[in-house]
């Protein structure tokens, strides 16, 4: 099979590692080549805008699509903004980059997806989400604050839900997913181990092979849905 990542931060660089080591062919697109890795099939997105994705999808026009493209860009927090704790701190500016972030590259991705696929085309489009961002889960509709980074993943969930439903019609070999991965060690949680039972952060090494070996299982009648690492159906 073949592999597009995106994202070079904790999970898309374990992602990387993983597939290296299962002999998979891989492409990794983010702001940096991580240490370790090939640099061939490494591809620099710097910033998360449609010249970045245009950019990276010439590569396809004349080579096979990969088989399954996973989406882990993601943003909490920046050396300016800590995710807010009360409504008065949401500032319009960082709501729009957090949406930017957080929702857009799934649907630009499938923008991207669909100028070339054909109708028959088999894919995986899977954007990694956040638990957090969902209205109906009951054990984090008492948690406070987090509007923009909860708000975002809950605009991916829209756009993913309704990408899944233009596919089924456009391209009926082709699903859309949302995965939530569980906390995990990396440098988006980093500034909030204090907040967390540091038992409970998985490393991304482990969340990245279970995410492959979940994506390898999936069937047409899991697209649109949103799960979990067992495959296990999670509320919007
Ligand atoms: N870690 C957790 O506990 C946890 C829990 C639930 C869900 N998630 C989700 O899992 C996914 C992977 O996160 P992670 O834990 O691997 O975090 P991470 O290490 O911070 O990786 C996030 C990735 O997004 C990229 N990114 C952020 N802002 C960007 C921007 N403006 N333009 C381009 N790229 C940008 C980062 O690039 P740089 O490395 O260059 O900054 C990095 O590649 C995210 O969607 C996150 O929301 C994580």
Not at 44 to 73: K, M
Not at 145 to 166: D, F, H, I, P, V
Request: proline residues 8%.
């Amino acid at each position: 099979m073949g592999y597009l990542i995106l994202g070079s931060g904790g999970l898309g660089t374990a992602l990387a590692h993983e597939l290296a080591r299962r002999g998979e062919e891989w492409l990794l697109a983010g702001r940096q080549l991580p240490r370790g890795l090939d640099p061939a099939c490494y591809f620099p997105l710097q910033e998360v805008d449609s010249l970045g994705f245009d950019a990276l999808f010439t590569l396809y026009e004349q080579a096979r699509l990969p088989n399954v493209v996973i989406n882990t860009i993601g943003l909490l927090h920046d050396l300016n903004h800590l995710p807010e704790r009360r409504v008065e701190e949401v500032d319009p500016a960082w709501l729009c980059e957090s949406l930017q972030v957080n929702a857009w590259p799934h649907l630009a991705l499938g923008a991207c997806l669909s100028r070339l696929m054909a109708p028959d085309a088999r894919l995986w489009l899977c954007s990694v989400s956040d638990l957090a961002g969902s209205i109906g889960d009951a054990a984090s509709q008492g948690v406070p604050g987090r509007y923009s980074y909860r708000m975002s993943k809950a605009a991916l969930s829209m756009g993913s839900c309704l990408l899944a439903r233009e596919w089924a019609q456009r391209f009926p070999g082709a699903g859309v997913i949302t995965v939530h991965p569980g906390p995990m060690d990396t440098p988006l949680q980093q500034p909030f181990h204090h907040e967390l039972d540091t038992a409970s952060l998985q490393a991304p090494a482990q969340v990245a092979s279970r995410l492959l070996n979940l994506i390898e299982t999936l069937t047409p009648a899991h697209s649109g849905q949103f799960l979990d690492l067992a495959g296990r159906p999670l509320p919007w």
